[in-house]
């Protein structure tokens, strides 16, 4: 499968963005999908990930609360609404697929299809 990640963007502390990730050559919804998010020189984060039929999600204690992910199987697509951001939100953020969902934890091992990212940037 492939993914492609939008939504990115410039917006002020307190505001809201949503980023969308959308699968193409097979169908997204075999796919558990997780939201990563990257600075430069440190170590790719989990954000939030949200299993196949859309029924069990994680989120990083970081973010509860402020974002929720969402899937639309009918359109391929995995969404994650941000809202109340933080400078500290800002990063690369990739979009991922794999068979393993754990409602425990997020790595970047669990997954083996990426999207190229979108650039979030909150201005404080």
């Known amino acids: 499968v492939q993914l492609q990640a939008s939504g990115g963007g410039l917006v002020q502390a307190g505001g809201s963005l949503r980023l969308s990730c959308v699968g193409s050559g097979r169908t997204l919804s075999t796919y558990d999908v997780g939201w990563f998010r990257q600075v430069p020189g440190k170590e790719r984060e989990g954000v939030s990930s949200?299993?196949?039929?859309?029924?069990?999600?994680f989120y990083a204690d970081s973010v509860k609360g402020r974002f929720t992910i969402a899937r639309d199987n009918a359109k391929n697509t995995v969404y994650l609404q941000m809202n109340s951001l933080k400078p500290e939100d800002t990063a690369v953020y990739y979009c991922?697929?794999?068979?393993?969902?754990?409602?425990?934890?997020?790595?970047?091992?669990?997954?083996?299809?990426w999207g190229q990212g979108t650039l979030v940037t909150v201005s404080s």
């Open positions: 991922a697929g794999g068979l393993y969902y754990s409602d425990y934890d997020l790595l970047p091992a669990m997954f083996d299809y």
């Open positions: 949200i299993g196949s039929s859309g029924g069990n999600t």
